[in-house]
């Protein structure tokens, strides 16, 4: 892409002046590898211009922390397994801002590795994870999560990467005249169910993939429109950890560390996961699901709503907002919600629910067929 590209200008402002709200004063610690040269030359500029520190920590794409350091993984020893990166570390602890920006080269690329590597790792890096969930929750700590187009992403979406790139930018609105409007229109249209949700508590999804029942009881839902993801468009909460029960069979792949783990199925009893199947990497599965006691339960529960999403691309940023969908996250949830689930991992699963499907609240109907439905 162009450094030209307008569409990359105007990125670049909604993440700095939007999402992460940038004062005068803030140190923003900007992530990505250099395959996002574009995006992190205009954030640079944005974060100057609105009075900022920009503090650029470029990787190349197999050293990406988080998520793809696959150098480490592949030659690394225990030692150095455990090590936790101390420039993030100390950029989560004490930084107002960041913004990642993920840009691999290889969406699977630890596909073959051995996940207790992985499993370690995350838990020495589980520290990082909690300090941008905890500052998050108190205001401290703005980041936002993004992505820029890559001939990988293209290439695991199964679309050329000019219908990738637009893809993208559509998702994230860029081609609106005034993309922050458009988001505040979403925050205001999201509003409506998270009011109606209020004082609410039991929660019921029924469709051909879905048999499951959660409770909502004293859990606040968040407003996601564009301020920690972008592109965006959810609703989520952190369900009560031992209220979960029953069956849900996974519609999309549920990619973790860039392994695919496929037709996954999961079963709950009183909030604990008593049952883990997989058509494929189930071993994987199984293994992730054993990294610490709340990895088996619940963090998050959410309904996507970004209809400009509507297909399956194999990045969890885009596919977990998918209009009509449900995902659920095993592992840590966000405190802000009233979840009080703590884990190394946060693994997001996706379920379609635009056919014959429903979500009852209280023994109301909510949602139906891929749309709210409330009155």
Not at 212 to 220: A, E, H
Not at 269 to 279: C, F, I, K, V
Not at 300 to 315: D, K, L, P, S, V
């Amino acid at each position: 892409m162009p450094v030209t590209d307008s569409r990359v200008e105007k990125f670049a402002d909604v993440l700095v002046n939007y999402s992460t709200c940038i004062r005068p004063g803030d140190r923003v610690l900007i992530e990505a590898t250099i395959l996002a040269e574009p995006l992190v030359r205009a954030l640079y500029l944005k974060v100057l211009e609105a009075g900022g520190h920009p503090v650029p920590l470029i990787q190349l794409p197999d050293t990406f922390f988080p998520g793809h350091e696959d150098l480490l993984l592949r030659y690394g020893n225990d030692a150095q397994l455990d090590f936790v990166p101390p420039l993030q570390k100390l950029a989560y602890e004490h930084f107002e801002s960041r913004i990642r920006i993920h840009s691999t080269a290889n969406t699977r690329s630890q596909s073959s590795f051995d996940p207790t590597r992985s499993q370690r790792r995350g838990q020495a890096t589980g520290v990082i994870t909690e300090a941008q969930m905890r500052r998050g929750a108190d205001g401290s700590f703005k980041w936002v999560t993004t992505l820029f187009p890559t001939q990988a992403y293209a290439q695991e979406a199964e679309m050329s990467y000019l219908d990738y790139e637009d893809f993208v930018f559509r998702a994230c609105r860029l081609n609106e005249d005034d993309p922050v409007a458009y988001w505040r229109k979403v925050e205001e249209e999201q509003a409506r169910a998270i009011r109606w949700l209020q004082g609410k508590s039991q929660v019921v999804l029924r469709g051909p993939n879905v048999d499951l029942s959660l409770s909502i009881k004293g859990r606040t839902f968040m407003n996601s429109c564009g301020t920690h993801n972008m592109p965006d468009g959810e609703i989520y909460t952190g369900p009560v950890e031992e209220s979960v029960n029953g069956w849900v069979r996974f519609t999309y792949p549920a990619i973790y560390n860039g392994v695919a783990v496929e037709g996954a199925e999961l079963t709950f009893s009183n909030g604990w996961l008593t049952q883990a199947r997989a058509a494929k990497n189930q071993d994987y599965l199984l293994q992730m699901v054993e990294t610490d006691p709340g990895a088996r339960y619940l963090g998050e529960f959410a309904i996507g709503t970004n209809f400009e999403i509507n297909r399956f691309t194999g990045h969890i940023l885009l596919d977990e907002k998918i209009g009509g969908s449900f995902h659920i996250a095993l592992g840590a949830g966000y405190p802000e919600t009233g979840s009080k689930n703590k884990s190394a991992i946060h693994w997001d699963f996706i379920c379609d629910l635009r056919t014959d499907s429903e979500i009852l609240v209280d023994g109301e109907l909510f949602y139906k067929d891929g749309r709210f439905v409330f009155e």
